[in-house]
């Protein structure tokens, strides 16, 4: 069983930044692909970023393309996710996820199998 602990959620004001990170354990994260998702009340939780087992491919939602990045380092069992040039309107909560085939990136929440808690995001106008 993968277990997946988020953390660096906050309060920020508009255009500032966060590192979101997140610790797995149980096992090892370089068997799986990973991404992180948020849902805002109200919505539906949607991706917003996934990589491959070993980070040769990614993909981000347009709404954060250019402006987040995701990256991991299997040696840390850890997944990061630096999100810069916050919006109002990516104010959510952010999930990390993990799944398999590792080297397929998820295209749908469902195909994830492992989830940890969430962590908080707002940001002010």
């Known amino acids: 069983q993968l277990h997946l602990v988020e953390s660096g959620g906050g309060l920020v004001q508009a255009g500032g930044s966060l590192r979101l990170s997140c610790a797995a354990s149980?096992?090892?994260?370089?068997?799986?692909?990973v991404g992180w998702s948020r849902q805002a009340p109200g919505k539906e939780r949607e991706i917003v970023a996934t990589?491959?087992?070993?980070?040769?491919?990614?993909y981000y939602a347009g709404s954060v393309k250019g402006r987040f990045t995701i990256s991991r380092d299997n040696a840390k069992n850890t997944v990061y996710l630096q999100m810069n040039g916050l919006k109002p309107e990516d104010t959510a909560v952010y999930y990390c996820?993990?799944?398999?085939?590792?080297?397929?990136?998820?295209?749908?929440?469902?195909?994830?199998?492992?989830w940890g808690q969430g962590t908080q995001v707002t940001v002010s106008s």
């Open positions: 996820a993990a799944g398999v085939p590792k080297a397929v990136l998820p295209g749908r929440p469902a195909q994830f199998n492992y």
């Open positions: 149980g096992r090892t994260v370089s068997s799986y692909a």
């Open positions: 990589t491959t087992w070993n980070g040769d491919s990614t």
